[in-house]
């Protein structure tokens, strides 16, 4: 894999705070594209192929994380948090967290658990826990001692990253693939497509803010008026949990999301990107989701957008650490650069008439 996506995923960036992760796409997007544009909530594209009468396609991923938000600081210095995005209180305990400050300095901690031994002959037993329920112990003596440490109400909270790589070097563990994966894969998408072998205007980049509710997307698809979107996002994967036939597994190729709550895939887009799968020998994966994507917004904007989500399979996802493949990283990539080159007036126009 290229190393920006290693240096994605260590930025900081929960929901409202992507700047980091903004700066960095702006810095290599100008590399290869044509011209830069940005909404006015921070989700930032570069355009190819501008100008072009064909129709304009838009691919993305998004740049927020799962994590939280100071929201205030104990006596005895420990600090209370509320999550942003959709994160289990469990999950996260006794984890490494980082607060990040506003000069973007890290501020250790841990969330704090409660060993075993001081239950131990009362009738408490182990129950849910909420994430607002739990606490970040930064080791400060106080209330005070902690605000000279530099927290204040409102700065971010993420995992503290550990990105390593399998034994066998094929499978990456690390914070934020969801969906740092995504904007890495823009990226590939803007390095690697030439401009004479368009005919559509493609504008390539990634959205703010979907962990708390595809925020990015409606203001992004607003600023372009895409006719086609394609959301590259990671999708959590039950093959360790005994999952069946659409729960999708690490190492059977991309995911194509044929339906979640939000967004029943269009049949035309379904039936296109199968049949250039198919066509390429690239392996894929019908998929089911319980959640949703930037397509499900972007689908209802402009009288309507052909949508469709091409889907990393990704183990452990809003947790701390998650897991992908290699082998599917590039069967991701073969499908997206193959479709985003078929786009033209008669493609979208055939796909339109089959829904």
Same mark, same amino acid.
């Given at each position: 894999?290229?190393k ?9 960036g929960?929901?409202?705070?992507? #700047? ?14 044509? =011209?830069?544009?940005e ?6 594209f ?14 993305a991923?998004?740049m ?8 205030g600081?104990?006596?005895n210095?420990l ?10 209180g469990?999950?996260f305990?006794?984890q ?9 300095e890290?501020i ?8 075993p ?9 182990? #129950? ?13 003596d ?29 499978k ?22 030439k ?7 493609l ?8 962990e ?5 997307a #409606?203001t ?9 979107f394609?959301a ?22 991309f ?11 269009h049949q ?13 020998d ?31 399979p ?10 992908i493949? =290699?082998?599917?990283y ?5 499908i ?20």
């Amino acid at each position: 894999m290229e190393k920006f996506y290693k240096d994605l995923v260590n930025l900081p960036g929960a929901p409202s705070f992507e #700047k980091p992760v903004r700066d960095f796409m702006r810095k290599e997007l100008k590399n290869y594209t044509d =011209e830069i544009i940005e909404d006015r909530l921070g989700s930032i594209f570069g355009v190819i192929n501008k100008g072009s009468t064909g129709p304009k396609v838009m691919i993305a991923g998004h740049m927020d994380e799962v994590g939280a938000v100071v929201t205030g600081i104990k006596d005895n210095g420990l600090i209370q948090m509320t999550n942003l995005g959709g994160v289990h209180g469990n999950v996260f305990l006794s984890q490494h967290m980082d607060i990040i400050t506003d000069n973007l300095e890290e501020i250790p901690g841990v969330t704090a658990s409660k060993p075993p031994h001081l239950s131990r002959g009362s009738n408490e037993k182990p #129950k849910p826990l909420e994430f607002k329920n739990l606490l970040l112990d930064i080791g400060a003596d106080s209330k005070d001692h902690a605000k000279e440490l530099g927290v204040k109400i409102g700065q971010q909270i993420i995992p503290h990253n550990n990105y390593t790589v399998s034994k066998d070097g094929k499978k990456y563990f690390s914070k934020a693939w969801d969906d740092r994966f995504g904007c890495g894969m823009s990226l590939e998408v803007a390095k690697n497509i030439k401009k004479e072998n368009l005919n559509c205007e493609l504008y390539t980049g990634a959205t703010v803010q979907e962990e708390v509710g595809l925020r990015g997307a #409606k203001t992004a698809a607003g600023l372009i008026k895409p006719d086609v979107f394609i959301a590259v996002d990671c999708s959590p994967c039950a093959d360790v949990f005994d999952g069946d036939d659409v729960s999708g597994k690490i190492g059977g190729g991309f995911l194509l999301r044929f339906y979640d709550p939000s967004a029943i895939m269009h049949q035309g887009m379904k039936d296109f990107i199968t049949k250039v799968a198919d066509e390429n020998d690239i392996k894929y994966q019908y998929y089911k989701s319980m959640g949703g994507t930037d397509a499900a917004r972007i689908q209802l904007a402009n009288g309507g957008t052909l949508v469709a989500t091409i889907g990393m399979p990704a183990r452990y996802i809003h947790s701390t650490t998650s897991m992908i493949s =290699e082998d599917d990283y590039l069967e991701v990539k073969k499908i997206v650069l193959a479709i985003l080159t078929m786009f033209d007036d008669k493609t979208v126009e055939d796909i339109k008439r089959n829904v």
